[in-house]
């Protein structure tokens, strides 16, 4: 199948500084990239979806000015978790859709002390 | 953000048991499908039906796509300790990103 990376695998930051997660399909092109944060013990919930070349598209309550999103090609998206809180642990995953079916990275785990 | 309701919670069974597991969706959807997620792992996909009524296997797992495009269920046959982890059904919309269950928890002792 189909393979999406992200890096780093997981993080450790400070409270108020910046993190960025790439999201990579490795062999395929994708115009939309999707992102999503799950917290311990939980389902995934849907942040927003990137599209390239345009603004992401943001779901309701999340920050668009704190997780900034950027799809620069058709294999890249990055999330920067600007100015991290305790509360933005959690495990992100991005996920890129091809002929109908929907491959996941293998998320990135942030931890801010 | 909207989720789809997925049943049962969580389930503990004896290896070589039966398993079944369910989402329903007050919503239609198109398209539905099913991931396992290890601990610390992103999802991998285990099944995806395409069309109401549909059946499809996966060796022994077996989903299907239900008649009224509102929910799906997924079984899996003579379970296997490396069963173990957290099953998700997923719904996808045209023009939308996948919707997700809450997962269904299995643990399977031998």
């Known amino acids: 199948g189909a393979v999406v990376s992200q890096h780093p695998s997981w993080v450790i930051c400070k409270s108020g500084t910046s993190v960025k997660i790439e999201c990579r399909s490795l062999?395929?092109?994708?115009?939309?990239m999707f992102w999503y944060r799950q917290f311990p013990k939980q389902s995934l919930m849907l942040m927003a979806t990137?599209?390239?070349?345009?603004?992401?598209?943001?779901e309701q309550g999340v920050e668009k000015d704190k997780f900034l999103i950027n799809h620069a090609s058709l294999t890249l998206s990055t999330l920067t978790v600007t100015s991290a809180h305790p509360e933005d642990s959690s495990f992100y995953i991005c996920?890129?859709?091809?002929?109908?079916?929907?491959?996941f990275g293998p998320g990135t785990r942030l931890t801010v002390l | 953000g909207q989720q789809l309701n997925q049943s049962p919670q969580s389930m503990f069974i004896q290896e070589g048991e039966d398993v079944s597991m369910n989402c329903t969706s007050s919503s239609i959807f198109n398209t539905w499908l099913w991931y396992k997620q290890d601990p610390g792992e992103g999802p991998v996909l285990l099944i995806a039906?395409?069309?109401?009524?549909e059946l499809t296997s996966n060796g022994r797992l077996t989903a299907q796509f239900g008649i009224t495009r509102k929910d799906s269920f997924l079984n899996i046959s003579a379970s296997i300790p490396s069963d173990v982890g957290i099953y998700f059904c997923?719904?996808?919309?045209?023009?939308?990103?996948?919707?997700f269950g809450k997962g269904t928890t299995l643990s399977v002792s031998s």
């Open positions: 990137s599209n390239e070349g345009s603004k992401a598209t943001y």
């Open positions: 997923a719904g996808h919309q045209a023009g939308t990103a996948l919707i």
């Open positions: 996920s890129a859709a091809m002929t109908g079916r929907w491959f």
């Open positions: 062999d395929f092109q994708a115009t939309t």
């Open positions: 039906l395409y069309k109401a009524g």
